[in-house]
């Protein structure tokens, strides 16, 4: 799997799982939901990163370094507990 790849099917997870919270009928649904995009956020770092880490030329690190902290930034904003209806008030 290539990192556009991992990132484009990261977004997939993200949005459905934002969704989902986002039309929960429970705090604790939308909480699950909620969680579990964070935990694709989690993976997608963690994958990403070893991505980086075997990239072998000193160029190609610094470039996925900077797309990674870019892409980060925007997964960070679609993960926003204000966004779910039923979270705003507990945090």
Same mark, same amino acid.
């Given at each position: 799997? #290539?990192?556009?790849?991992? #990132?484009? *099917?990261?977004?997939?997870?993200?949005?459905? =799982?934002?969704?989902?919270?986002?039309? $929960?009928?429970?705090?604790?649904?939308?909480?699950? =939901? =909620?969680? $579990?995009?964070?935990?694709?956020?989690?993976?997608? !770092? &963690?994958?990403?990163?070893?991505? /980086? *880490?075997? #990239?072998?030329? @000193?160029?190609?690190?610094? $470039? %996925?370094?900077?797309? +990674?902290? @870019? *892409?980060?930034? +925007?997964?960070?904003?679609?993960? &926003? !507990? *204000?966004? +779910?209806? %039923? %979270?705003?008030? /507990?945090?």
């Amino acid at each position: 799997m #290539t990192y556009e790849e991992l #990132t484009a *099917q990261t977004k997939i997870t993200i949005a459905d =799982f934002i969704d989902r919270s986002k039309s $929960a009928d429970s705090v604790h649904s939308a909480e699950l =939901f =909620f969680n $579990a995009a964070w935990g694709g956020i989690s993976l997608w !770092r &963690d994958l990403a990163n070893n991505m /980086r *880490q075997d #990239t072998s030329e @000193q160029e190609g690190k610094l $470039a %996925l370094w900077n797309a +990674i902290i @870019q *892409q980060d930034e +925007i997964f960070s904003k679609l993960v &926003d !507990r *204000q966004s +779910i209806p %039923l %979270l705003k008030s /507990r945090s």
